[in-house]
């Protein structure tokens, strides 16, 4: 498994942006899918979105579709969330999680993730 550490979360106004990171470690990182996931009270986690190992595919939920950007830098071990335009509806903890097998594109299904950070509370009021 990775070490996976997320920060950046935090208390914003609806149209207010923030960038999550989330820095890895324990594993060759660039070589695996990463995602971002969040749970928002009393509901299931659910996928936000996902990056390929090299960067150049990237999937996104549809209620997040142009407002959110995931990124990655290899060269640090870290996968970014770019949101903007935020909602009362994204209100959430969010986590990052890296897929169990390397070179292999991670669904959004959650048992493709065999390790996962300890989420970062993102809070935006109406």
């Known amino acids: 498994q990775v070490q996976l550490v997320e920060s950046g979360g935090g208390l914003v106004q609806a149209g207010d942006s923030l960038r999550l990171s989330c820095a890895a470690s324990?594993?060759?990182?660039?070589?695996?899918?990463m995602a971002w996931f969040r749970q928002a009270p009393g509901k299931e986690r659910e996928f936000v979105a996902g990056?390929?190992?090299?960067?150049?595919?990237?999937y996104y939920t549809d209620p997040v579709k142009g407002r959110f950007t995931i990124s990655r830098d290899n060269a640090k071990n870290t996968v970014y969330l770019q949101m903007d335009s935020l909602k009362p509806d994204d209100t959430a903890i969010y986590y990052c999680?890296?897929?169990?097998?390397?070179?292999?594109?991670?669904?959004?299904?959650?048992?493709?993730?065999?390790?996962w950070g300890q989420g970062t509370q993102v809070t935006v009021s109406s």
């Open positions: 999680a890296c897929a169990a097998r390397r070179y292999t594109m991670a669904t959004m299904n959650d048992g493709w993730y065999d390790s």
């Open positions: 324990g594993r060759t990182f660039a070589n695996y899918y």
């Open positions: 990056i390929s190992w090299g960067g150049g595919s990237t």
